[in-house]
């Protein structure tokens, strides 16, 4: 895998992260949202692994 491309899912990674803590930091957190993201910060987390 290129070096670019692993650093650019890392940083996605990162972001989605962020998102999910910003979610479960709201007051009345939307908990399908933070499911969705989690879904996805996996599936980057499975490619990563792959490589």
């Known amino acids: 895998m290129e070096t670019s491309h692993a650093s650019a899912l890392m940083l996605k990674h990162a972001g989605l992260e962020r998102q999910?803590?910003?979610e479960l930091n709201r007051?009345?957190?939307d908990m399908a949202t933070v499911q969705s993201l989690k879904r996805r910060k996996l599936r980057?987390?499975?490619e990563l692994s792959l490589h």
Do not use: E, L, M, Y
């Open 27 to 29: 007051p009345n957190p």
């Open 20 to 22: 999910i803590q910003d």
């Open 44 to 46: 980057i987390k499975d």
